[in-house]
C-alpha cells in the first residue's frame, strides 16, 4: 500500500511540475478564465441603477431653468453630456445610440407669468422608435422630480401615498451570479479540456504505451491526475476570488473551508468525464468534437453566462440534472449565501451520483495506447 501511495505523490509531482512548466496551459487554465472574469465584472459589477445617457438642450434664459439643468446634471441616474448644445446634433447621436434621449427645455420655461405666483414650463423628452422603454423611465424620473418641485409651490393633499421598507437580508447581485459561473466555466476548462488536449498527445508520443509496461494501475494514474488537477484548480480559483475580491468586491459570506472543500469535489467530478474522454481518445481529431458536444450545453444551460431563472421552466427543469448545474448552484450558495454542506445536500447528492457514473465510464473506456 505504501508503494501504491508512493507512485500516486510522484506522479502527482510529475504532473504538477509538467503544468506550471506549460506556458499554454498556465494560460489556458489561469489566464484565460481572467479574461472572462474582468469582461463579465465589468459589464455586471455596476452599482445595479438604471443610468440614463442624455443631452439637454436649454433654450430658456430664466434663472429657474438653469438651476433646473445644474440639478439633473448632478443626478447620478441621469448623465449630461455637456458637449451636445444642440438639437440637430442630439439627433444625430440620437440616431447612433450614443444618446438615450434628449431632454428639450422651450424658450419660457421657468418664465413666471403676469400675475402668476410661482414660475412654469413643459419640458419635452425627445427619443427614438428604439429608445422607447429608456424615454418612459425617464419621463417617470423628471415628472417625480417635477411633483417634487411642484410641492414647495402649491400645497396639496395626498388622499394616497407608499413607503418604503429594507429587509434585513442581502440579496443576490448581478455579478454574484455571474462570478459562480465563471467559476463554473473555469472548472470546465481545467477538469476537461486539460485531459482532452493531454492525453492523445501523450499517447501519440508513446508515453503511456511505455507506462503500460510498468507496474502502473490505471486507479493510480487516475488518482495522482485527480490530486495533481484538485492542487491546480484551487490555486487558479484562488487567484480568481482574489481578483473578484480586491477589484470587483465580492463578498464571500460562507465558510471557506466547506467552499474549498465543495470546490474540489466538483472538479474531481468534471475530471472525471476529461479522463473518459481523453484515456478513450486516441487523438485530437477523434476526441475534439465529442468534447464540444458535451461541454457547450453544459456551458448555456448550466447558468455560466447567465443565470439559469431566464430560462423557461421546463429547460431548467432539464438543465438541473446537467454535471455542472449542482457545482454553480452549489458554489453560489455558499460563497454569496453562506449555506452549509446540509443545506444543499440535493447538490451534493447529485455531484456524487455523476462521479459514479462518470468514474464508472471512464475506468471503462481507457487504453494506454
Not at 505523490?9 to 509538467?18: A, D, G, H, L, W
Not at 393633499?157 to 443576490?172: A, H, I, K, Y
Request: no cysteine; hydrophobic share 50%.
Amino acid at each position: 500500500m505504501k508503494r501504491s501511495l508512493y507512485t500516486v505523490s510522484t506522479f502527482v509531482r510529475i504532473n504538477t511540475k509538467r503544468f506550471f512548466r506549460d506556458r499554454l496551459a498556465l494560460f489556458f487554465t489561469i489566464g484565460f478564465p481572467l479574461i472572462f472574469l474582468f469582461v463579465f465584472g465589468s459589464l455586471n459589477s455596476g452599482s445595479g441603477g438604471a443610468s440614463f445617457n442624455v443631452a439637454i438642450i436649454n433654450q430658456s434664459n430664466s434663472q429657474f431653468a438653469k438651476e433646473f439643468v445644474n440639478q439633473i446634471s448632478s443626478s447620478k441616474v441621469v448623465k449630461v453630456k455637456t458637449e451636445v448644445a444642440t438639437l440637430n446634433a442630439a439627433k444625430e447621436k440620437m440616431s447612433r445610440s450614443e444618446l438615450d434621449a434628449t431632454i428639450e427645455l422651450p424658450g419660457n420655461f421657468g418664465d413666471t407669468a403676469k400675475g402668476a405666483l410661482y414660475p412654469s414650463g413643459q419640458a419635452k423628452v425627445i427619443y427614438t422608435q428604439n429608445n422607447q422603454q429608456s424615454a418612459i423611465a425617464l419621463t417617470s424620473i423628471l415628472d417625480a422630480q417635477f411633483k417634487a418641485i411642484n410641492a414647495k409651490f402649491i400645497k396639496t393633499e395626498t388622499p394616497f401615498t407608499v413607503t418604503s421598507q429594507q429587509l434585513n437580508e442581502r440579496s443576490l447581485s448581478a455579478f454574484d451570479y455571474t462570478f459562480a459561473g465563471l467559476l463554473g466555466f473555469a472548472i470546465i476548462g481545467m477538469g476537461i479540456f486539460g485531459p482532452v488536449n493531454v492525453f492523445p498527445e501523450l499517447k501519440k508520443m508513446g508515453i503511456l504505451r511505455r507506462l503500460s509496461t510498468t507496474p502502473l494501475k490505471v486507479w493510480q494514474y487516475f488518482l495522482s491526475t485527480m490530486i495533481g488537477q484538485a492542487i491546480i484548480g484551487l490555486i487558479s480559483l484562488a487567484i480568481m476570488f482574489a481578483v473578484a475580491i480586491g477589484v470587483f468586491h465580492l463578498q464571500v459570506v460562507g465558510n471557506w473551508f466547506e467552499l474549498a472543500l465543495f470546490l474540489v469535489f466538483g472538479i474531481v467530478m468534471i475530471l472525471g468525464i476529461g479522463l473518459a474522454l481523453g484515456g478513450w481518445a486516441k487523438n485530437e481529431r477523434q476526441v475534439a468534437p465529442l468534447a464540444n458536444i458535451i461541454v457547450f450545453p453544459m456551458m448555456f444551460l448550466s447558468g455560466t453566462f447567465f443565470p439559469r431563472f431566464l430560462m423557461p421552466e421546463w429547460l431548467q427543469s432539464i438543465s438541473a440534472f446537467l454535471p455542472l448545474t449542482p457545482i454553480i448552484d452549489g458554489i453560489r450558495l455558499i460563497a454569496t449565501e453562506g449555506k452549509h454542506f446540509i443545506d444543499i445536500l440535493p447538490q451534493i447528492g447529485l455531484i456524487g451520483v455523476w462521479m459514479i457514473v462518470i468514474y464508472a465510464i471512464a475506468f471503462r473506456v481507457f487504453r494506454w495506447e
